[in-house]
């Protein structure tokens, strides 16, 4: 029972974490615009809160998308959660250097899109059919 709680909380983590990815990317250039003022608030406009993201998405991630796909055998959830993460990385990675400022947002909404609905698909799963360890079938 232990292990579900933790599973669950870890899918709850990353989702709100990919939330805050999309919110970030989506709502930082409005409120830059609206309210100029912010600029000095680093957080708004740091290209490193991307970074900062990956650091706690990605383990998160793949401890929970691990163990679900250990328990429901699920591989459209571990492909759609693996290329969330992937387009995440190289988005954080390469930024607007490579993809420019649009198609860095594109791809870290993406990313981070995917990620959530895997751990979305996940959650769902596990309060279906969720088996203990000990459980003998």
């Not at 909380?9 to 989506?26: E, G, P, W």
């Not at 990675?93 to 899109?113: K, L, N, Q, R, W």
Request: hydrophobic residues 55%; proline residues 3%.
């Amino acid at each position: 029972m232990m292990l579900k709680k933790l599973l669950t909380f870890a899918d709850r983590s990353a989702i709100t974490i990919s939330t805050l990815c999309v919110v970030h990317c989506l709502l930082s250039p409005i409120i830059l615009i609206a309210l100029p003022t912010l600029t000095s608030f680093a957080i708004v406009d740091d290209e490193h809160f991307h970074i900062w993201l990956l650091y706690a998405v990605v383990p998160i991630s793949v401890f929970a998308i691990a163990f679900g796909y250990v328990h429901q055998r699920s591989l459209s959830v571990l492909v759609t959660a693996l290329i969330g993460i992937i387009i995440l990385v190289l988005a954080a990675v390469f930024g607007h250097d490579v993809f420019g400022e649009t198609g860095e947002v594109i791809a870290s909404v993406t990313g981070a899109a995917l990620i959530g609905f895997g751990h979305i698909k996940n959650l769902r799963l596990r309060r279906s059919n969720y088996q203990p360890y000990h459980a003998t079938s």
